[in-house]
């Protein structure tokens, strides 16, 4: 961690240099970004725009105050990864359960009234993150954020107890937005009006902003009942400890998920058939009735609730948003966003594959970073555009997914003995888990090929780096201090781009080196886009973050004789830093080379995105390219 960049510093160093803002308990007039919504994708979004002391960004939430009892807890391990780049993944691993293993049941050959294990899986394939699937309370992440947010320069705090009842929109004005807001906390009806550049509605399934959008959410629903409950229990159920479903004979499923703390435990428990046109609502269910449920498909082990820390019921059902923004498909030419959705607004899904939380930060990353181009010039405002094309495919595949997951959950079993029988095989079940396991661990979203997404021409040059997927960060050792890392973890979720230069086996000490080249061409040419899109007075990688991984040993190199563009001056002082080279760890099974299949002969450049997407890959003296990439998207400084 960097901190003395602009003069010693003491205190807490996660604490930002406070920038000017506006007083204490005053909702300005006008502000560049207004959310909605105190929820994952709201405070997501949030935490990215602190990042930005020159952006004005306020969020507002109906409710009066902070979340206490999240209802979502399942955390992928993509999301682990993002939580890195925010700074508090290791607080999450230290409060949080681990999910390592998954064990299945089904109904015991010798007497189908009684269940009984048939297989235990490792949750998660080895090599596919550097971080664990996770399960902690939705309530203590958005503390989280809530933290990263006070810290930031801006000191954000969220407005509660604001309701939003209106906007309009009116491009000749300077701050086109205008959203009326209520009181949510008085009787009085009074309103105020805040003007803002844009709006981001992200206040749940029901959402106030995608309404006055005209737009809807679409689906259908799977016409069965499930009950959730966070409960203490006293149980002889030998797996409670791990991830477990259990498919009955004839009393339906479970999905159990132990929960932090080491002693709660979640159970998703399947209730009724709904008939057609049947709604939860006219049904009276009980927490008893969950209980009783839960107890009659453990059978013969026994459940004994001593406590009930919260429970629901729902409807299984994933709908989707034609649209995540305010712009009609025939006009995409000719106007740019000014309001979007995110999250549960545009999106929802059954809890069963732990994916609504996970994808609403997801909207919130990819949106945030996008904003912050745009309202810094560094990219015009059609560039907004990319955010709905993105989310919204990444939904609907995902809303696939938890459609077929749900569905063989939910389906009556197959009769012993009797393939033709209808209904799903349990061994089925258990294969569908094992061979989607990316998608419930969040690192399967892949964007289509775009101005911000290569065509894969050179990904042969690292085919472990796949364009369009999420940077698979790998071990390396830190040149300057001999540090063993993850190399992903130089991505913060601080808007920049990320270029990483894989040398060849060429000494990159040598006059003649690539890589010296590539430093070379970024340093001093028109048509570097370091020196294109870094403002005067700015940081060289204020913008474009260079780093380099070499092949050699960090023995066998002296940080002196690499080119000084790798040893930026920087801030107020000029201090160098030395944390910009990195070699390979020699120990078996750990060299990036080898794990992301990076060409040893040619080497590649990888570009990076703010939201940790590979952009695309080129060979290190393809300086066309590298240029002709960003200049398709960003405006010189």
């Keep these: 961690m960097q901190f003395h960049l602009n003069g010693f510093r003491t205190g807490d160093p996660e604490v930002a240099e406070a920038a000017v ?52 807890d399942g955390i992928a391990c993509r999301t682990m990864e993002m ?40 949750d998660v394939e080895d090599g596919l993150s550097e971080f664990p699937h996770m399960i902690l309370n939705q309530a203590r992440v958005h503390d989280f954020y809530l933290q990263v947010m006070r810290n930031s320069a801006r000191r954000l705090e969220p407005d509660y107890g604001k309701r939003f009842v209106a906007l309009e929109i009116d491009e000749t ?38 309404q006055a959008l005209g737009r809807a959410l679409h689906g259908d629903s799977a016409n069965q009942a499930w009950g959730v409950m966070d409960v203490l229990a006293v149980t002889d159920f030998p797996d409670i400890r791990l991830k477990v479903l259990i498919q009955s004979a004839g009393e339906g499923s479970i999905v159990l998920i132990p929960r932090e703390g080491g002693y709660l435990v979640r159970i998703y428990v399947e209730l009724d058939k709904l008939n057609a046109n049947e709604r939860l609502a006219g049904k009276s269910i009980t927490v008893d009735r969950l209980i009783a449920a839960t107890r009659r498909i453990l059978n ?101 997914f938890d459609r077929e ?72 050792v830190r040149l300057a201090d001999a540090k ?45 886009p370091v020196r ?21 040993s960090h023995r066998s190199l002296r940080v002196e004789t690499l080119p000084a563009f790798l040893l930026p001056e920087k801030g107020r002082l000029g201090l160098r830093d030395y944390e910009k080279m990195f070699c390979a760890d020699p120990r078996d099974g750990r060299d990036i080379f080898d794990l992301r299949q990076i060409d040893r002969g040619s080497g590649c450049i990888v570009v990076v995105r703010p939201d940790q997407y590979v952009a695309d890959i080129l060979p290190l003296d393809d300086y066309k390219k590298l240029s002709s990439y960003f200049s398709g998207f960003m405006q010189r400084a």
């Design 83 to 122: 939580f890195e780049a925010f700074g508090f993944s290791q607080r999450v691993m230290k409060e949080g359960y681990w999910v390592n293993e998954t064990s299945f049941w089904r109904p015991d050959p010798a007497d189908s009234a009684k269940i009984v294990r048939y297989d235990r899986v490792q």
């Design 300 to 400: 013969p082990y026994r459940f004994d609730v001593k406590e009930v820390g919260w429970w629901s019921v729902y409807e299984i059902g994933q709908r989707l948003c034609e649209k995540f923004d305010d712009v009609p498909e025939a006009e995409i030419a000719t106007r740019a966003p000014r309001v979007f959705i995110a999250g549960d607004a545009c999106h929802t899904h059954s809890p069963k594959a732990g994916q609504g939380m996970n994808v609403s930060m997801q909207d919130g990353f990819n949106l945030g970073w996008k904003l912050a181009h745009v309202l810094r010039g560094q990219c015009a405002p059609e560039f907004l555009h990319s955010y709905s094309a993105e989310r919204h495919a990444v939904a609907k595949e995902l809303i696939d």
């Design 173 to 210: 004005q300077p701050y086109p937005v205008k959203v009326t807001l209520q009181r949510s906390d008085a009787d009085s009806e009074a309103s105020e009006i805040v003007r803002a550049k844009y709006v981001v509605g992200c206040d749940g399934a029901r959402s106030a902003v995608r």
């Design 21 to 72: 803002s506006a007083k204490a308990g005053e909702f300005p007039a006008s502000v560049d970004v207004l959310i909605v919504g105190c929820g994952p994708a709201g405070l997501t979004l949030a935490a990215q725009l602190s990042a930005f002391p020159d952006i004005v960004t306020r969020i507002v939430e109906q409710k009066p105050g902070p979340l206490e009892l999240g209802q979502a």
């Design 484 to 528: 063993e890392m993850s190399l992903g973890h130089c991505s913060k979720a601080d808007g920049r781009w990320r270029i990483y230069a894989f040398a060849d086996s060429g000494d990159p000490a040598s006059p003649s080196s690539r890589i010296r080249a590539l430093c070379e061409f970024l340093s001093v040419s028109e048509e570097s």
């Design 532 to 552: 294109r899109y870094t403002g005067a007075g700015q940081d060289l990688d204020a913008v474009i973050d260079l780093r380099a991984v070499f092949q050699q």
């Design 405 to 476: 997951w749900a569905k063989m959950i939910s389906a009556p079993l197959k009769k012993p003995g009797v393939p033709e029988s209808e209904g799903v095989d349990p061994e089925a079940v258990r294969a569908y888990f094992v061979k989607h396991g990316r998608y419930t661990a969040g690192t399967a979203t892949c964007y289509a090929p775009s101005v911000l997404t290569g065509k894969g021409s050179f990904q042969s040059l690292a085919k472990g780096f796949a364009i369009g997927m999420r940077f698979h960060s790998a071990p390396v």
